[in-house]
């Protein structure tokens, strides 16, 4: 619980001695106790509860690892995502926040590797000069990992959508 300020100030005694007359008449209390015990009170009700600072500061560690690793580079995203998953979170929406945008970025970069490896077999398929039946049957190998590469990055894009979505709504509810 973090004070934004205190209300009960030395020189309001007034206040706190009516609140313990009070007290005292109702309740035939020692006055010594009944001026802590209202002086509490006071405190607490001017008190502001905010957010844990730990709870803060994991989860703004979370939202920037999700932010620079979409951010990155397709070579550099694979560190970022090594970061995001090893960083820890407190609580179960940052938790939500963090596999979900794992697993959009790990199938985007699965998407990204079924692409590269679509571009090496064509590109192998004409460097080889071999039989038509080979060059064949490497078109068609690179076909498949295309389709693949299609419906992961498709997919991908949804769950990055999601995830860049997820991380506005933490922003917002941590005040980040």
């Keep these: 619980m973090v004070c934004s300020h205190v209300a009960v100030r030395f020189s309001d005694r007034n206040a706190t001695a009516v609140l313990v007359m009070r007290w005292n008449s109702r309740h035939k209390r020692s006055a010594g106790r009944d001026r802590r015990l209202a002086t509490l009170v006071l405190l607490l009700i001017s008190c502001q509860i905010s957010p844990d600072d730990r709870t803060q500061g994991m989860t703004a560690q979370v939202v920037h690892a999700v932010e ?21 979170c407190k609580s179960d929406d940052v938790c939500q926040l963090k596999d979900l945008c794992a697993k959009a ?60 979505e997820n991380e506005a709504v933490i922003r917002e509810r941590y005040r980040l």
């Design 68 to 88: 620079m690793t979409r951010q990155a580079s397709n070579h550099d995203k694979r560190a970022w995502l090594d970061q995001l998953r090893k960083l820890p």
């Design 105 to 164: 970025y790990d199938l985007h970069l699965m998407g990204v590797d079924s692409v590269n490896r679509t571009r090496a077999a064509v590109s192998g398929s004409a460097d080889s000069g071999g039989t038509a039946e080979a060059s064949t049957g490497a078109l068609l190998d690179a076909l498949s990992s295309a389709q693949t590469a299609q419906r992961q990055l498709q997919s991908a894009r949804q769950q990055t959508r999601a995830c860049a």
